[in-house]
């Protein structure tokens, strides 16, 4: 009995907000918070593309958010995406591999997902297309969240506030469209882009870059170290996937698992540099453990690899080019 | 309350409905149809599929079984004199809970050749499985037949043990062997077209008609060694999923 009168307390509400009707206080908040909002983007950065089914209100966001950081999403509701994705560490872990149920490692480190909006296709190899399907990815995986996304929606539709939020947000009950609409929605959302570099860049600050961080970003961007021909633009990446030379025989065959080409053995999308001094440790496996170690790793130019880019080669660097490259690395980081 | 609450849904139905009707007057059928149901019935050699039982490929070896579905796409029915009737849009997730599908009215005549699809076309395949409401195959499943690391849906799913130790020690004691025996087909590359047509397909006006379709799992191993072919996720074991694959077409016979 009670689920009905729920049931008719809800379409109530929903016909009341349809018809624009002003009712008290709550239902006008509800109303304002449904309006199409845009996502706030800062000088340098472009407005990410939103699709049209998933524009953005605050119900949304607010609904993802709370879903983003609520452990239901997992089997034994004892990990959320923000276990391996914390906001103190720029939605990173700083693990090598994070950590799922039952304390289960994966193979592959953790991605930062401030600016995610900006991605793409989603993963080291760009398997899954997008930030809505990509919220099945960590609930399937049996070394992440490894629950199923039928069972979230059956514990989400008897939760005490959920109902509630999905209807505001997606005028309906909870589903898998509408939980992973959300979450995206949220994760959308992390549009971040003010670091000492962007002072210097988009406000001419001449005084935020230190000279040797200035020598840095010239060669970063020079012939010379090459960094920019696939970390560029403002998000530091061509979102391309490369073979950087890591290995002789990769562990991972990255983008050759999904388009099983062999000439893609190896191959990992070129990752953002925003933030990368608080992301460690880097690359697909967590393997370098400072941004020293991976300015040395160019610098030697790699290993042998029929897939490497030919633009990987040894760099010859002084040590003081090579803390200068570091150094500019790291004025990259938001405040 | 409750009768309010029915009330309410009736309203809304009978809103709903007259939203619906249709306008145009549909012209009249030149050939009468007939509803046709598929019954897809999964077998071992003779025997019919069971979750509990051992069973024994042609090369006598031994498997036991905990899952096997599939999709069945792009169905047509072909005719002696060569035209074909397509039943688009129909997807079936064929699983051993379910035995029969409904292809809903079909012409009546007689057809030589049922021809389908075991998996989905490209389209399909990559669509976004959050979109479809829960009733539709092709919306997130539980157990899961999607793959979300490469996007794309599992065209074929089966599970369960092998023995690897010629010994039936494990299986004795524990119901199942220790060792595990998958396979997940899927990739736009194996998506395989399969003809069956060792029997005519009659149907006649005013006769509901049932055409039972065996699909041999046994089929599935020739060429294989279980002992060491008994795991492939596709991706990563391309040679084996493709081995397998290539043996769907053979697994089907109309009874």
Known sequence: MQSYTKG???????????????????????????????YTVPKGLLYPEVPVDNLPTKNRIELGKMLFFDPILSRDSSVSCSSCHLPDKFFADNLIVSVGVDGRTGTRNAPSLINVAYQPNMFWDGGNPNLEQQVLGPIDNHDELDFDANLIVEKLKKH?????????????EPSVFAFTRAIA?????????????DDYIQNGNKSALTDSELRGETLFFSEEG???????????????????????????????????????IGKFKVPTLRNVEMTAPYMHDGSLNTLEDVVNHYNSGGVAHPNKSPIILRLNLSSEQKTDLVNFLKSLTDK | MKNLYIITIAIIASVAVSACKKNESDPAPIIPTQTLVLRMTPKIGADTLDFASTHITANNERYTLSSFRYYMSNISLIK????????????????????????GNVPAG??????????????????????????????????GIHWSWNSGYIFMMMEGTCDTTDTNVDVLTYGQ???????????DALLKDVQVSNAPITILPGVNKVVQIHSNINQLFVGVDLKTENRSHTMGSMPLATKIANNIPSMFTIE
């Open chain 1, 8 to 38: 008719i307390l809800l379409f109530l509400l929903c016909m009341t907000l349809l018809s624009c009707k002003k009712g008290d206080e709550e239902m006008a908040t509800i109303a304002d918070n449904n309006a199409i909002i845009s």
């Open chain 1, 160 to 172: 005490t506030k959920y109902p509630l939020l999905f209807l505001k947000a997606y005028n309906t």
């Open chain 1, 185 to 197: 929605c949220y994760e959308r959302s992390l549009i971040q882009a003010n670091s000492r570099y």
């Open chain 1, 226 to 264: 090459e960094c920019f021909h696939c970390h560029q633009g403002a998000l530091f990446t061509d979102f391309s996937f490369r073979n950087n030379g890591l290995y002789e025989q990769y562990a991972d065959s990255g983008r050759a698992r999904i388009t099983q080409n062999l000439s893609d």
């Open chain 2, 80 to 103: 002696n004199d060569g035209t074909e009737e397509a039943l688009t849009g129909k997807v079936f997730l064929i699983n051993p809970n379910t035995s029969d599908y409904s292809l």
């Open chain 2, 110 to 143: 007689t057809y030589n050749t049922i021809k389908f699809s075991v998996g989905l076309n490209n389209e399909l395949n990559h669509g976004d499985p959050t979109k479809y409401p829960v009733s539709n195959p092709l919306a997130i499943q539980s157990p």
């Open chain 2, 177 to 187: 062997y220790s060792h595990d025996l998958f396979y997940h087909i899927g990739t």
